[in-house]
């Protein structure tokens, strides 16, 4: 942000915000630009020329928002505000959208009211990697589904026809034999099915409170692992009701909360084993490269071993597991129902301390 000191009283003060990578705004008391630095230019793509006159709001996807917080500048309610944003880079049919910081700051003895700063969010940020990691598991789950289909008619057949060799066995000792191949084509078929179900089906979407699923995730929780781990419940009671599909969300949420309970189980660890289940509500918050005004984050915090590193980059994807009995398929299938509410699953793990975090937006649900 430029200093507070910085009060220009010319154009040609502001040459030297030419340099800057910044882009600089001059705005008049009523947000209409009145000069624009280089990188201004550059990152809109448009003259200086074009721009003098415009009212700035008109940059801005949510012109409401930007037009509160400039009246709020210049009624000296605050002196400076920053703020997160979406702009339209270039108009016309296929506008550019970009994400940028906004600071807004107020000037006193100059011709000019305000002056606004716009900085692009970096690329590699994690809403991206974010968006990487949907499209691959996209992939993923469109291949596994396929396979399945083809998988699940052939096991049909195996099995029924293990069943008509067992009507014709004489010796029955040699049933055991049979029975192996139907109880192992049952467990396949169980995988496969599996497999199947995600993504099938739309959601049944009723007014929730997401409390209601974090009491039944702790209740579930005590009762299996009763006083072997201590469960804690802290919850943001400003988050509003939502509406969601409650099965498919408590089944993220327990898939979610069973890992963490099963890595405490799993290794040795310092402390009492520990899991908290935490709610809070974010404001404007980048969620897969769009704002939302209200998301609410629905948490499992562990006090385990942490996520093994080698899983970090695919730990969402079907079929990794780092479980001797796991199938891997937990969190891809919580991934996918996360992603049916228009959210994400998100974590971090170091040795100790674990977070997966559901992120939930709240408008127009
Ligand atoms: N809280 C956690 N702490 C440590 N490791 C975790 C945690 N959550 C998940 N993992 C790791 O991620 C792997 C994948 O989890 P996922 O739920 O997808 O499959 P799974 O638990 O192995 O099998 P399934 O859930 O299908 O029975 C786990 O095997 C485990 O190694
Ligand atoms: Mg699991």
Same mark, same amino acid.
């Given at each position: 942000?430029?200093?507070?000191?910085?009060?220009?009283?010319?154009?040609?003060?502001?040459?030297?915000?030419?340099?800057?990578?910044?882009?600089?705004?001059?705005?008049?008391?009523?947000?209409?630009?009145?000069?624009?630095?280089?990188?201004?230019?550059?990152?809109?793509?448009?003259?200086?020329?074009?721009?003098?006159?415009?009212?700035?709001?008109?940059?801005?996807?949510?012109?409401?928002?930007?037009?509160?917080?400039?009246?709020?500048?210049?009624?000296?309610?605050?002196?400076?505000?920053?703020?997160?944003?979406?702009?339209?880079?270039?108009?016309?049919?296929?506008?550019?959208?970009?994400?940028?910081?906004?600071?807004?700051?107020?000037?006193?003895?100059?011709?000019?009211?305000?002056?606004?700063?716009?900085?692009?969010?970096?690329?590699?940020?994690?809403?991206?990697?974010?968006?990487?990691?949907?499209?691959?598991?996209?992939?993923?789950? +469109?291949?596994?589904?396929?396979?399945?289909?083809?998988?699940?008619?052939? @096991?049909?057949?195996? %099995?029924? &026809? !293990? #069943?008509? /060799?067992?009507?014709?066995?004489?010796?029955?000792?040699?049933?055991?034999?049979?029975?192996?191949?139907?109880?192992?084509?049952?467990?396949?078929?169980?995988?496969?099915?599996?497999?199947?179900?995600?993504?099938?089906?739309?959601?049944?979407?009723?007014?929730?409170?997401?409390?209601?699923?974090?009491?039944?995730?702790?209740?579930?929780?005590?009762?299996?692992?009763?006083?072997?781990?201590?469960?804690?419940?802290?919850?943001?009671?400003?988050?509003? +009701?939502?509406?969601?599909?409650?099965?498919?969300?408590?089944?993220?949420? @327990?898939?979610?909360? %069973?890992? &963490? !309970? #099963?890595? /405490?189980?799993?290794?040795?660890?310092?402390?009492?084993?520990?899991?908290?289940?935490?709610?809070?509500?974010?404001?404007?918050?980048?969620?897969?490269?769009?704002?939302?005004?209200?998301?609410?984050?629905?948490?499992?915090?562990?006090?385990?071993?942490?996520?093994?590193?080698?899983?970090?980059?695919?730990?969402?994807?079907?079929?990794?597991?780092?479980?001797?009995?796991?199938?891997?398929?937990?969190?891809?299938?919580?991934?996918?129902?996360?992603?049916?509410?228009?959210?994400?699953?998100?974590?971090?793990?170091?040795?100790?301390?674990?977070?997966? %975090?559901?992120?939930?937006?709240?408008?127009?649900?």
């Amino acid at each position: 942000m430029l200093s507070k000191e910085f009060s220009p009283v010319s154009v040609h003060d502001c040459k030297a915000l030419d340099l800057l990578a910044t882009s600089v705004f001059m705005l008049d008391q009523n947000g209409c630009i009145c000069w624009v630095n280089n990188a201004g230019q550059n990152l809109l793509e448009r003259s200086a020329r074009s721009l003098q006159g415009l009212a700035a709001r008109h940059l801005f996807e949510e012109s409401d928002v930007f037009a509160h917080a400039f009246d709020a500048i210049l009624n000296e309610h605050f002196s400076s505000l920053g703020l997160l944003a979406g702009i339209q880079k270039t108009p016309g049919q296929n506008p550019e959208k970009l994400l940028v910081n906004v600071t807004l700051q107020r000037l006193s003895y100059t011709p000019w009211s305000v002056i606004l700063e716009l900085r692009e969010i970096e690329q590699h940020t994690l809403a991206e990697r974010n968006e990487r990691l949907i499209k691959e598991l996209e992939i993923y789950q +469109e291949t596994f589904r396929n396979l399945g289909h083809e998988v699940k008619n052939p @096991l049909g057949g195996l %099995r029924g &026809a !293990a #069943q008509l /060799l067992e009507m014709e066995l004489g010796d029955p000792s040699l049933r055991e034999y049979t029975q192996v191949i139907i109880a192992e084509a049952d467990r396949l078929q169980e995988l496969v099915d599996r497999l199947i179900r995600p993504g099938q089906g739309n959601l049944n979407l009723s007014l929730i409170n997401i409390h209601e699923i974090c009491e039944r995730v702790w209740a579930l929780l005590k009762a299996e692992y009763r006083d072997d781990i201590t469960l804690v419940r802290d919850y943001d009671a400003s988050v509003p +009701e939502m509406k969601a599909d409650m099965a498919k969300l408590l089944q993220a949420y @327990l898939n979610i909360a %069973r890992n &963490a !309970a #099963q890595s /405490l189980m799993g290794s040795k660890i310092r402390d009492k084993p520990c899991i908290t289940l935490r709610t809070r509500i974010l404001n404007r918050h980048l969620l897969l490269n769009k704002i939302h005004r209200l998301v609410v984050v629905v948490s499992v915090i562990d006090n385990g071993a942490g996520v093994p590193e080698q899983l970090h980059d695919r730990i969402f994807h079907p079929l990794v597991t780092g479980r001797p009995d796991g199938t891997g398929l937990g969190l891809s299938l919580a991934q996918d129902f996360v992603r049916q509410h228009g959210g994400l699953i998100e974590f971090d793990s170091v040795p100790g301390r674990t977070e997966f %975090r559901m992120l939930l937006p709240l408008e127009n649900r």
